[in-house]
């Protein structure tokens, strides 16, 4: 291996359409054009990179493809004035490891806009133990402050909360004194979810209401929900009045089948939650918010960290919904 060598993990799709993965050599001057060439400390794997990585064509549609969506490290060299040699950042949102290459290698290059410079009170470490699971909860609880929810309303349900999202949400709404209703499919994760500060927690089922009626006794006061489906759909017809449901993902299902009772009858406020696009001055104003106020105090209970070879071991955990907190590949 020489200087510009360096290790990346690459899906390749085969003749037969199906995917391959493993660690190659690639070289520097592979990496796609870009501003900041930057060394890769902790890259963290989401549930997107688990989609990419098994060849989703919804997420990435050209292959080969090294994922990751989220990465952070030390700027090599920066053809941007924003950035010099030597500089701590954070790299996660737009098409990084969607359709340009990601986090699951030693280097890689991006548009100067893309990365974030490491807050002060933050480490490398807890930025990926964050990443864009800290930043999507954060970003859910912070608008649905800007439309009224305040802790006096009621406790706020977390679905999937064993997951990325998940733990980061009931970490951060326990910061912000709101009590919290954790949603778990996992029977053996009670004592982890009431660490992170969950008040209650109930099974998967209790958010998945089936009796087919268009509103339900209200059981909370808002939710994060990382789910989708027919779990998005109780979410909302449990919910008290005026309350916030912060819609962020759909491991269940993207499908949505509500009628219009619980917005026109409680007043009930859907948010979406879409963190590639978010304004730079909000994405900049989250990033602070998480370095302090908001920096769950259990970051290294969230936290499992592997090596490049291990996310071979960790994809499909993930795809089939046993993984737990966030998941960092160490450099
Ligand atoms: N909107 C955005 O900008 C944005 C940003 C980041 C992520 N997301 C989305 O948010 C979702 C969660 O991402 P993540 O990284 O937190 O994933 P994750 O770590 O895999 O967590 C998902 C969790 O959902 C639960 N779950 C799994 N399968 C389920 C099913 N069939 N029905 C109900 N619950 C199920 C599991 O938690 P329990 O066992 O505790 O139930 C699982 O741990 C994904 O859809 C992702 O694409 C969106």
Redesign the pocket.
């Known amino acids: 291996m020489n200087n510009s060598q360096y290790k990346a993990f690459v899906i390749r799709e085969k003749k037969d359409g199906t995917f391959s993965r493993s660690i190659e050599d690639k070289n520097i001057e592979e990496l796609p054009p870009g501003e900041v060439l930057i060394q890769v400390k902790y890259a963290a794997?989401?549930?997107?990179?688990?989609?990419s990585s098994s060849g989703h064509k919804g997420i990435t549609r050209k292959f080969p493809h090294t994922p990751g969506?989220d990465a952070c490290g030390i700027v090599v060299s920066s053809e941007s004035s924003e950035f010099v040699k030597g500089d701590a950042v954070i790299v996660t949102?737009y098409d990084f490891g969607m359709n340009t290459s990601g986090g699951f290698q030693e280097f890689i290059r991006v548009p100067a806009k893309w990365p974030v410079k490491l807050p002060s009170k933050m480490t490398l470490e807890e930025s990926m133990i964050l990443g864009?699971?800290g930043?999507?909860a954060a970003?859910s609880l912070y608008k649905m402050q800007q439309n009224g929810q305040i802790p006096e309303m009621g406790p706020i349900v977390v679905?999937?909360?064993?997951?990325?999202?998940?733990?980061?949400a009931v970490a951060i709404l326990t910061l912000n004194n709101y009590k919290v209703i954790?949603?778990?499919?996992?029977k053996d994760?009670h004592d982890y979810?009431r660490e992170l500060g969950a008040t209650q927690i109930i099974s998967?089922e209790e958010?998945?209401d089936k009796s087919g009626r268009p509103l339900l006794r209200p059981k909370w006061a808002g939710a994060i929900d990382?789910?989708?489906?027919n779990?998005l759909a109780t979410c909302i017809k449990a919910c008290g009045r005026n309350g916030n449901i912060a819609?962020?993902?759909?491991?269940?299902?993207p499908k949505l089948e509500t009628t219009v009772y619980p917005f026109i009858l409680n007043g009930v406020n859907v948010l979406?939650?879409?963190?590639?696009e978010?304004p730079r001055s909000i994405r900049l104003k989250i990033w602070e918010l998480l370095a302090d106020d908001w920096k769950p105090k259990h970051l290294d209970k969230i936290k499992k960290i592997i090596a490049l070879e291990d996310l071979e071991t960790h994809i499909p955990l993930?795809?089939?919904?046993?993984?737990?907190?966030?998941?960092l590949v160490k450099f």
């Open positions: 794997l989401n549930y997107k990179d688990a989609l969506v949102s864009t699971g930043f999507t970003l679905t999937g909360s064993t997951g990325g999202v998940g733990s980061m954790a949603a778990s499919g996992k994760a979810l998967r958010t998945n990382t789910v989708g489906g779990t819609v962020c993902g759909l491991v269940e299902s979406g939650i879409e963190t590639a978010t993930m795809l089939e919904g046993k993984s737990k907190g966030r998941v």
